[in-house]
């Protein structure tokens, strides 16, 4: 499935570009408390490491930070169990929670503060079709464990509950849960968790 304007607003490349590498990470930096020990920060640092040294002309000047990049990556990678290849669209402020069993595909597109947490897959569907991948719009909130497969989009501000299987795309704002994945009312789920929630206060009221 192609995106579309409705489901995700990407983030401009403008935008992105006009904005140097330590501006970058000093985003992502604060974004994650300022705590630059966090497996996920220094695994997007590594990421923005990767794309920064791709400007770098000639490919001669460029080789040796090019050797640090993917020593950098195989050590994210092999550490801390998240991969994050340097040719993902990585937009600002992405935050990756925890650390373990995360693997992104070559080929996403992440737009910006999008949480990604452990145990989550972003890659393809199938096997001849080893390129497509997902595309996750702004502010998405990806639960612990989700797999999301193929070429979908993921639509600004959408959650995808923890441990879903999403194989198609899910609309800008909505909630998808479940193996596979699907749209909840989030709404009406939240009206009815209010109610029981109330039920549970009243009645422990009337037994104090």
Not at 108 to 130: E, M
């Amino acid at each position: 499935m192609s995106a579309s304007p409705e489901l995700i607003s990407n983030t401009s490349d403008t935008e992105l570009f006009s904005l140097s590498l330590w501006q970058l990470v000093k985003e992502d930096w604060i974004a994650n408390g300022r705590d630059w020990t966090k497996p996920g920060f220094r695994a997007v640092a590594v990421q923005r490491f990767g794309v920064w040294r791709m400007k770098i002309q000639p490919k001669l000047l460029r080789a040796p930070f090019s050797i640090l990049y993917r020593m950098l990556f195989r050590k994210i990678r092999n550490t801390y169990g998240i991969e994050l290849p340097y040719t993902v669209q990585l937009g600002r402020r992405v935050i990756i929670e925890h650390q373990g069993a995360i693997v992104i595909h070559a080929n996403c597109a992440i737009a910006d503060d999008s949480i990604i947490r452990q145990g989550v897959t972003l890659g393809n569907r199938y096997l001849d079709r080893l390129s497509d991948a997902p595309k996750l719009g702004k502010r998405v909130n990806v639960g612990a464990g989700a797999k999301i497969f193929g070429n979908v989009t993921i639509g600004d501000d959408a959650n995808i509950g923890a441990n879903a299987v999403v194989l198609y795309d899910v609309p800008a704002g909505a909630t998808a849960v479940g193996i596979p994945a699907k749209i909840i009312n989030s709404s009406k789920f939240a009206r009815s968790g209010s109610r029981e929630m109330n039920s549970v206060n009243s009645k422990s009221a009337a037994e104090w």
